[in-house]
């Protein structure tokens, strides 16, 4: 596309927490464009809440 330019981005994750279904999850994340000079982070945030489903058996 004309104007736009391809820029490498990285999604970083961290302190992890596990859930009292022992599952371990990050609790924060940031997201990075990688240009050449230097990083920009555009996205740095902390999850205070997560819902997902089990697995029964």
Known sequence: MKGFEYVPWTAACSKYQISDSEIKYPTHFSAIWNYPDEDLV???GTISSI???EVTK
């Open 42 to 44: 555009y996205f740095d």
């Open 51 to 53: 819902i997902y489903d």
